[in-house]
T-cell receptor
């Protein structure tokens, strides 16, 4: 069975600090895709990034970066120089290829204080 | 932003009544999904569709049915609503062109309260 765990339920930081969110995906699949979504207080779900399990390079996009450790199936998502507008719940959601059905983690609430 | 609308956005109903939620897309995407979001559970897949009249169950499909007669519309029906179905319901779409590039985009959500 597949299992996705976001162990951090809530993180509180002061503006301009970096925030790193953890996600562990336990699966026997060798190929999978992992997505990060943001849910601000207004409630909508906003797509942030996707990562393929066979990508070995870590990437940066603006203030977002992500790190994948295949040996532990751990995907870390980092927000650099956090801003108040980054306050939201962040979900990681992995999927196998077929049908793109997402399995969501429980989410991590990030509170960025001014 | 992906062209996805959900209607109604808010609904209050009574136990035992039928309820239908609508998801409408303007992207001509092949796949459509219904999720529910409850505190402590994140989002869970109810049903999904991989084409007109082609649907399949998700992990929490009991008490729900779906229909897709047109590419742009995906309906979720609660035949006899129960209080345990009080939740926020999200529709999502994806192109279906291939998992290596495909991404799900979500609608604004429908808040359903069953009294």
């Amino acid at each position: 069975a597949q299992k996705v765990t976001q162990a951090q339920t809530e993180i509180s930081v002061v503006e301009k600090e970096d925030v790193t969110l953890d996600c562990v995906y336990e699966t026997r699949d060798t190929t999978y895709y992992l997505f990060w979504y943001k849910q601000p207080p207004s409630g909508e779900l906003v797509f942030l990034i996707r990562r393929n399990s066979f990508d070995e390079q870590n990437e940066i996009s603006g203030r977002y970066s992500w790190n994948f450790q295949k040996s532990t199936s751990s995907f870390n998502f980092t927000i650099t120089a956090s801003q108040v507008v980054d306050s939201a719940v962040y979900f990681c959601a992995p999927t196998k290829a077929a049908g793109n059905k997402l399995t969501f983690g429980g989410g991590t609430r990030v509170l960025v204080k001014p | 932003d992906a062209g996805i609308t959900q209607s109604p956005r808010h609904k209050v109903t009574e136990t035992g009544t039928p309820v239908t939620l609508r998801c409408h897309q303007t992207e001509n995407h092949r796949y459509m999904y219904w999720y529910r979001q409850d505190p402590g559970h994140g989002l869970r897949l109810i049903h999904y569709s991989y084409g007109v009249k082609d649907t399949d169950k998700g992990e929490v499909s009991d008490g729900y049915s779906v229909s897709r007669s047109k590419t742009e519309d995906f309906l979720l029906t609660l035949e006899s609503a129960t209080s345990s179905q009080t939740s926020v319901y999200f529709c999502a779409i994806s192109s279906g062109f291939g998992a290596s590039t495909d991404t799900q985009y979500f609608g604004p959500g429908t808040r359903l309260t069953v009294l």
